[in-house]
């Protein structure tokens, strides 16, 4: 059974930009959350979808968004990038809403120049 | 005072060792107890997911909490060098994802 998969593995930005992760769940799976991971401040929660619905937001700014399509997969959008974004972006997928059981993929490891 | 304080290591060990690695938290609204195991490079993987109090056991694993004192293990036997990794503990006042607060995780060597 294939994981949880997220593409780019890396990548590199420039202050300013905008970049787009995806992130496609375990087969079957219909909720997807979001973290950030840092040094500083560890894992962050970001957003969790379900059913193409976001069902609670953490506390980031309003430049982090994202999506989830009726196929379950996920994207997640940062806009205007700062310095401060560079971090390991996390994609996790549980088969129900509301579960702690998460299954991560691998990241996107994004950096800002 | 932290929520979740976990000693961040690193520790070293040899193979076959008894590993024990603990947090402690603050917030006793937590009901659900978690052990992550992240390899570098990769992202956090579960090991062990539990609600009550008490021990929990999965081969080599053993996850132990202790809510009266804020207090959760886990701990390894026969250690393997493929054991190493950061190992984050992970809690949640029920069951959600948006919920779950993370240690700083506890970087585990173990010498071969």
């Known amino acids: 059974k294939a994981g949880v998969t997220q593409t780019p593995r890396y990548l590199i930005k420039t202050r300013g930009q905008q970049v787009t992760l995806s992130c496609s769940p375990i087969?079957?799976?219909?909720?997807v959350s979001w973290y950030q991971q840092t040094p500083g401040q560890g894992l962050q929660f970001l957003f969790e979808y379900f059913s193409e619905t976001q069902r609670n937001k953490g506390n980031f700014p309003g430049r982090f968004s994202g999506r989830q399509f009726s196929n379950s997969r996920s994207e997640m959008n940062v806009s205007t990038l700062e310095l401060g974004d560079s971090a390991l972006y996390l994609c996790?997928?549980?088969?129900?809403?509301?579960?702690?059981?998460?299954?991560f993929g691998e990241g996107s490891r994004l950096t800002v120049l | 005072q932290k929520e979740v304080e976990q000693d961040p290591g690193p520790l070293s060990v040899p193979e076959g060792a008894i590993v024990s690695l603990n947090c402690t938290y603050s917030n006793s609204a937590f009901q659900y107890f978690m052990w992550y195991r992240q390899y570098s490079r990769k992202g956090p993987e579960l090991l062990m997911y539990t609600y009550s109090s008490g021990n929990k056991e999965d081969g080599r694993f053993t996850a132990q909490v202790d809510k009266s004192s804020k207090y959760i293990s886990l701990f390894i036997r026969d250690s393997q060098p493929s054991d190493s990794a950061t190992y984050l503990c992970a809690f949640s006042p029920y069951s959600s994802a948006s919920k779950i607060i993370f240690g700083s995780g506890t970087r585990l060597s173990i010498r071969p």
């Open positions: 996790a997928s549980s088969r129900f809403e509301g579960t702690g059981e998460l299954f």
């Open positions: 087969s079957g799976h219909r909720s």
